[in-house]
T-cell receptor, first 115, second 110 residues
Framework: NAGVMQNPRHLVRRRGQEARLRCSPM?????VYWYRQLPEEGLKFMVY????????ESGMPKERFSAEFPKEGPSILRIQQVVRGDSAAYFC?????????????FGPGTRLTVT | AQRVTQPEKLLSVFKGAPVELKCNYSYSGSPELFWYVQYSRQRLQLLLR??SRESIKGFTADLNKGETSFHLKKPFAQEEDSAMYYCALKGREYGNKLVFGAGTILRVKS
């Protein structure tokens, strides 16, 4: 089991461009979480998805950010019209079940730099 | 509201010395508490969780509801313990999301 995969590992975008971050959960996992880590801060929850469903998006900025987890393929975090403040490390995690003590397994992260 | 506080950004100890990484939380319900660790150039991984009451790599953590703390302890630090440590909370009333502290860098010197 290769673990949670994220790509790209590093992404550079100019202000105003779009950023697409991909996350492939561990085999057998149907729940995906996205977290953002700004410099000098801890990871902050953004969104929790199941296949084809957004379960909790309470941490997502109201504008420019969206996430999906289609029936086939990876989960995508999309940031439109990026600004310098979007520069951060974006981590994806997956888990096999919604409830209970199952841990979240983290990917290596995507480091987004907006120039 | 849920909040996790790790007051130390950096903790530096000598090999063989005891280690205590502090974590305090704010949460009105029944939380689940976790410690995650990130070694250099590796991904974040779960170290231990309070409901398991286990010791991993010599580390233990006890949930103290009176003091709302979940400090991570190890009696004798080893150089390979050097890493970034994050305390995290999951509140049942708030679903599955984890709330993380800002993290503490542990440096173990020889």
């Amino acid at each position: 089991n290769a673990g949670v995969m994220q790509n790209p590992r590093h992404l550079v975008r100019r202000r105003g461009q779009e950023a697409r971050l991909r996350c492939s959960p561990m085999k057998g996992h149907s729940h995906v979480y996205w977290y953002r880590q700004l410099p000098e801060e801890g990871l902050k929850f953004m969104v929790y998805l199941q296949k084809e469903n957004i379960i909790d998006e309470s941490g997502m900025p109201k504008e420019r950010f969206s996430a999906e987890f289609p029936k086939e393929g990876p989960s995508i975090l999309r940031i439109q019209q990026v600004v310098r403040g979007d520069s951060a490390a974006y981590f994806c995690a997956s888990s096999p079940l919604q409830a209970g003590a199952h841990e979240q397994y983290f990917g290596p992260g995507t480091r987004l730099t907006v120039t | 509201a849920q909040r996790v506080t790790q007051p130390e950004k950096l903790l530096s100890v000598f090999k063989g010395a005891p280690v205590e990484l502090k974590c305090n939380y704010s949460y009105s319900g029944s939380p689940e508490l976790f410690w995650y660790v990130q070694y250099s150039r590796q991904r974040l991984q779960l170290l231990l969780r309070h409901i398991s009451r286990e010791s991993i790599k010599g580390f233990t953590a006890d949930l103290n509801k009176g003091e709302t703390s979940f400090h991570l302890k190890k009696p004798f630090a080893q150089e390979e313990d050097s890493a970034m440590y994050y305390c995290a909370l999951k509140g049942r009333e708030y679903g599955n999301k984890l709330v993380f502290g800002a993290g503490t860098i542990l440096r173990v010197k020889s």
